[in-house]
């Protein structure tokens, strides 16, 4: 089970930490990543995590967002700083054993949340 927190609502230039907390499963050895989906646009991917602790962002939020993994606590974040209003949307993470670390697979993860609402204002 994946379960995401921290979504909410900033106004551009904030900042917000989401956090993706796993538990029922073992996702240790799978890839994680983020994902958004804006009303009417394709769910797209933001950051992806490997299990080995290599990270890949879109360059839509490169610089800007950060990807990292607790294992202790199980807990995938994704800090976000600087949020702009393109970056509202829902926010998911997910896991699995994609092709390799490239933040434009989506089908290839088999676990999803349910995800959290971010929504930046001008």
């Known amino acids: 089970q994946l379960v995401e927190s921290g979504g909410g609502s900033v106004q551009a230039g904030g900042s917000l930490r989401l956090s993706c907390a796993t538990s029922?499963?073992?996702?240790?050895?799978?890839?994680m990543g983020w994902f958004r989906q804006a009303p009417g646009k394709e769910r797209e991917g933001v950051a992806a995590?490997?299990?080995?602790?290599?990270?890949r962002y879109s360059d839509s939020v490169k610089g800007r967002f950060t990807v990292s993994k607790d294992s202790a606590k199980n807990t995938l974040y994704l800090e976000m700083k600087s949020l702009k209003p393109e970056d509202t949307a829902m926010y998911y993470c997910?896991?699995?054993?994609?092709?390799?670390?490239?933040?434009?697979?989506?089908?290839?993860?088999?676990?999803w949340g349910q995800g959290t609402q971010v929504t930046v204002s001008s």
């Open positions: 029922g499963y073992s996702y240790r050895t799978m890839s």
């Open positions: 997910a896991a699995g054993f994609p092709p390799s670390l490239w933040v434009g697979y989506c089908d290839e993860y088999n676990y």
């Open positions: 995590f490997a299990s080995a602790g290599s990270t």
